[in-house]
């Protein structure tokens, strides 16, 4: 019975032994598991910022791809809008041209009209009907041509001008002045800045 006793006595203690045991291994083994854990996590999260790093620099080095397209994109279309005004100005005013000259030309078919009526006032007539009928005629005539913007060239008592005249006839007299216009033999016009009909006349001194 003593014995049994003793054996009961000593079991508590031989396990609480065990326990005290198991206790310190796993204190002793804890602080290298950490360690471990922690080394793993530092690896982690150092691999992590580098992948961070990689994933920045590619956002950088596209968006400055990007940047260069859309200066690139950008210079050409500025380009593009130059050309374009330079071809709308350039056909408008080729077109103004265009249309200047057909109506130029147009005129130039009508001033043998003109000069027609201008000899048949010259002519005298004792009918003052048809005399009225052709100078009303003629109002109508320059009436017109003013309207399409063409005007008759200043020719008598002015200086000569070759960019406006034709002289074809010269003579000397001392009651004139050198290079004055005497006489007109056919009118010249002009339509805006553009000579249509050099006028025809005769040039003293």
Do not use: W
Not at 83 to 107: C, H, M, P, W
């Amino acid at each position: 019975m003593n014995e049994d006793k003793t054996k009961q006595d000593a079991a508590p203690e031989t396990a609480a032994e065990t326990a005290e045991e198991t206790a310190a291994e796993a204190v002793e083994e804890t602080p290298a598991e950490e360690k471990t854990d922690k080394k793993a996590d530092k690896k982690d999260k150092k691999f992590g910022r580098k992948k961070d790093d990689e994933r920045v620099a590619a956002l950088e080095k596209e968006k400055e791809a990007l940047e260069k397209d859309k200066a690139a994109l950008n210079d050409k279309y500025l380009r593009i809008c130059a050309e374009y005004d330079n071809f709308r100005r350039r056909s408008q005013k080729e077109k103004d041209g265009l249309f200047g000259d057909i109506k130029a030309n147009t005129v130039q078919q009508f001033l043998p009209v003109y000069d027609n009526l201008e000899r048949a006032l010259k002519q005298g007539t004792e009918d003052e009907a048809y005399r009225k009928g052709v100078e009303m005629i003629m109002t109508q005539f320059n009436a017109t041509l003013e309207k399409l913007g063409v005007k008759k060239i200043e020719s008598l008592g002015q200086t000569f001008d070759p960019k406006l005249h034709n002289a074809v006839m010269h003579v000397d007299d001392e009651e004139q002045g050198e290079n004055v216009i005497v006489d007109v033999f056919q009118e010249g016009f002009m339509l805006g800045e553009k000579v249509i009909r050099f006028a025809m006349v005769k040039v003293a001194n």
